[in-house]
């Protein structure tokens, strides 16, 4: 093949009549976007159009149903910092909700995945009931916990008293001082389990070698598991970090199923406050403002995340 | 994990090294408790007429994880009502699911797997980036105007379609495809197999751990799937079991055996599917390329 001596084809039709030319089209760019097409059609269809259309909407005042729409700018987004305070609210319910996940979950899958590893028979059986929680739906475990938390002598209260605590006769869903940390606790139960099933196979893959020139330095169990445990699983520990906070923003569905932000706001969040204006209140214009900076949320921690990792953080 | 070992010394353990175990054994029967029970109550109390469910349960006795009065009546109601069309549903759906969006998902995943091309990198951040970080209620009302525009509501497109597209199943597919030997596909390519071809008999054959994984993904996702289902789709035929089940906790509040041994049935599908697949499907999500 004269190759090298070949001029580059330039037009069109002089790219068709050459092989090579061809041969190259197909394997780097007919082939891969025919395979990628099925996907991509439904992707622009099912998240790409509706998040632009979304934005768009958040600059309207667009109520839901009447065809009525005017564009106004940003003053949703005015309205939404400045003059809204149940705004601030909910998104300081967002940041308590982040700050409950990112501790009380990690520090048990940790522990219990620490234990798990440890233990040479039943593991398995210990690992798939745990994990048994996190493929339950959402409906059937509120529909469950809604019952065991009854403020009349629920199991919580009863066993308390059994054993001879006081103050756990409480409507824990009902009043304003309970309802999110309850909820979270629910929401806590179907989740960590999860967690933990990512951690301790993580922890499966950390060569065994380290483990046992940890014992020959004369480590300790915490000592083993501060240096030699911890930084095995560390990418996924991060990584998890960085998805559980994303989820915090978008937090809705135990909350929604379980008290609908209330009593009087005190389990409120962004996103059930933006359910309520889009298909109660029929302010679709401003719930979409609120769906637009839970995503500018999410973007940011996103941007840090890949930030740090660049940094060379080794995330 | 355990190293291999030296050759047994004969020696009596110290007691310490029974006593640990057993610490360890007995906090995590504690978390197996914190799971169970709860799951035990409902189960005890779906087989319970309903009168009775909270006999022993208010205040909590060990009588309230057996069944009172063992009875199949909410099960029989339930079905009388029209539960199983909603059981049939969900089926169809996941299995639909599982079929259609595994099929569009692994295409992409052998796309951004194996090819060169310009944009890649981009595309798949922004397939990937943007499902993260958007609200589903954000895109929900916009995605619904659309599903109404084809005139999709109250139908099986509508349900279905939506759910195609997953990120982390196109992640799980893209990082087993990208590790799969180039060879076999060479010995392919040269014997003039389509590239459709290999990856039908050459790829697929040899992907069943990626493919249980994703299926498991996929099914499960679609058999909780709850709040779009309850948008685009509340008519009486085409309902799904979680959105049964959330109905009937408006309509039939009190009837509570009913409404949990609907979220019995709603439960034990995951639960048997996931126990004997779970291996599969932790290697799956570890095996993205995060370890």
């Known amino acids: ?315 | 994990m355990n190293p291999p070992s030296a050759p047994a010394r004969k020696q009596r353990k110290p007691l310490r090294a029974y006593l640990q175990p057993a610490f360890v054994y007995a906090l995590l029967l504690l978390g197996v408790v914190l799971v169970v029970l709860p799951l035990m109550w409902a189960g005890a109390a779906s087989f319970t007429p309903n009168h009775k469910v909270f006999e022993f349960a208010y205040p909590f006795s060990w009588r309230a994880l057996f069944p009172v009065d063992f009875t199949l009546e909410a099960y029989e109601n339930l079905f009388a009502r029209g539960f199983g069309r909603a059981v049939g549903n969900t089926f169809f759906l996941a299995i639909a699911t599982v079929i259609l969006g595994g099929g569009a998902n692994a295409l992409a995943g052998f796309a951004f797997g194996r090819f060169e091309f310009r944009g890649k990198n981009f595309l798949f951040l922004a397939v990937i980036m943007l499902t993260f970080m958007v609200p589903v209620d954000l895109t929900a009302i916009p995605r619904y105007i659309l599903v109404n525009t084809f005139g999709w509501i109250n139908t099986w497109q509508g349900l279905l379609i939506p759910g195609l597209a997953n990120s982390l199943v196109i992640f799980l597919f893209r990082q087993f495809f990208a590790e799969i030997p180039q060879e076999l596909i060479d010995a392919a390519r040269v014997d003039g197999a389509s590239w459709l071809r290999v990856l039908i008999s050459i790829i697929l054959p040899i992907s069943k751990p990626v493919l249980v994984a994703a299926s498991l993904l996929m099914f499960i996702s679609q058999w909780n799937a709850f709040f779009w289902p309850l948008l685009v789709a509340p008519r009486k035929e085409l309902r799904v079991v979680q959105v049964e089940i959330s109905l009937a906790i408006g309509q039939y509040g009190t009837i509570w055996n009913e409404l949990l041994a609907g979220s019995m049935i709603a439960a034990i599908v995951p639960i048997l599917l996931v126990i004997p697949f779970q291996r599969y499907y932790v290697q799956a999500i570890t095996g993205t390329g995060l370890d």
Not at chain 1, 193 to 205: C, E, P, R, W
Not at chain 1, 280 to 288: L, V
Request: charged content about 15%; some cysteine.
């Open chain 1, 1 to 315: 093949m004269a190759v090298l001596a070949q001029k580059k084809p330039t037009t069109i039709f002089e790219k068709l009549a050459d092989e090579t030319w061809r041969r190259k089209f197909l394997r780097n760019v007919l082939i891969p976007w025919l395979f990628i097409a099925p996907l991509l059609i439904i992707h622009i269809f099912v998240v790409a159009i509706p998040a632009v259309q979304g934005v768009y909407m958040s600059m309207t005042d667009w109520g839901g149903i009447n065809p009525n729409v005017n564009f106004i700018g940003l003053e949703n987004y005015h309205k939404l910092l400045f003059e809204d305070h149940s705004f601030g609210k909910s998104l300081n319910n967002n940041i308590n909700w982040m700050l409950f996940f990112l501790t009380v979950p990690f520090i048990l899958a940790l522990f219990c995945a620490t234990m798990l590893s440890q233990i040479k028979r039943g593991g398995m059986i210990y690992r798939s009931i745990l994990f048994i929680p996190y493929v339950l739906a959402s409906v059937v475990t509120t529909t469950i916990w809604k019952n065991l938390l009854n403020p009349k002598d629920g199991i919580l209260a009863t066993t308390a008293r059994a054993l001879g605590i006081e103050g756990f006769e409480v409507a824990f869903l009902g009043r304003t001082d309970t309802a999110l940390i309850s909820i979270a606790f629910i929401d806590n139960w179907h989740f960590w389990g999860f967690l933990m099933i990512l951690f301790l196979a993580s922890m499966q893959s950390i060569p065994p070698v380290l483990y046992d020139a940890a014992k020959i330095d004369g480590a300790n169990r915490w000592e083993e598991f501060r240096h030699v445990t911890l930084p095995g699983i560390r990418p996924i520990v991060l990584f998890m970090f960085m998805m559980v906070a994303i989820w915090s923003f978008l937090a809705f569905d135990y909350i929604w199923l379980i008290t609908q932000g209330g009593p009087g706001g005190a389990s409120e969040v962004i996103a059930t406050q933006l359910y309520k204006n889009a298909f109660q209140r029929f302010e679709a214009g401003y719930a979409a403002a609120q769906g637009v900076v839970i995503s500018i949320f999410a973007g940011f921690i996103i941007l840090v995340f890949v930030m740090l990792r660049r940094r060379g953080w080794d995330i």
